[in-house]
């Protein structure tokens, strides 16, 4: 999680990060109290608007199917077994559930 807040911070500071950069290579002789603080906020709020639709379509395409059932992470072994998704036949056997139908108690 914190990994996707810093990278939505950085995606907003990059327009401000780039536009001081830009004025530096320039040498311009037009005071920095005159950059266009709205104007780069705007960008850097859209630019971290399309980082988290980006990073949204990434995960949804890293999700399972219709009708797969997601197994959990385990202990097998001493080992953990990442959690993933298997088609119904299988999650059964996965889950190690002999009857998918039994009420749990």
């Known amino acids: 999680m914190i990994r996707i807040t810093l990278i939505e911070i950085a995606s907003f500071l990059l327009p401000f990060l780039l536009f001081f950069v830009w004025r530096w290579q ?3 002789d037009v005071k920095l ?3 266009p ?3 780069l906020g705007l960008a850097g ?3 971290a608007l ?3 639709i980006l990073l949204v379509a990434l995960e ?3 999700g399972g199917h219709a009708g797969d059932q997601y197994v959990p ?4 072994n001493g080992r953990v077994v990442p959690g993933h998704f298997v088609s119904e036949p ?3 056997d996965e889950t190690g559930d002999d009857d998918p139908d039994a009420d749990p108690q």
């Not at 992470?73 to 097998?76: A, H, I, S, T, V």
Request: no cysteine; proline share 4%; hydrophobic share 50%.
């Open 26 to 28: 320039t040498q311009s």
């Open 50 to 52: 399309l980082v988290m």
């Open 90 to 92: 299988e999650a059964a």
């Open 73 to 76: 992470p385990r202990l097998e």
């Open 37 to 39: 603080a709205l104007k």
């Open 45 to 47: 709020a859209l630019l």
């Open 33 to 35: 109290t005159a950059t």
């Open 60 to 62: 949804s395409v890293r």
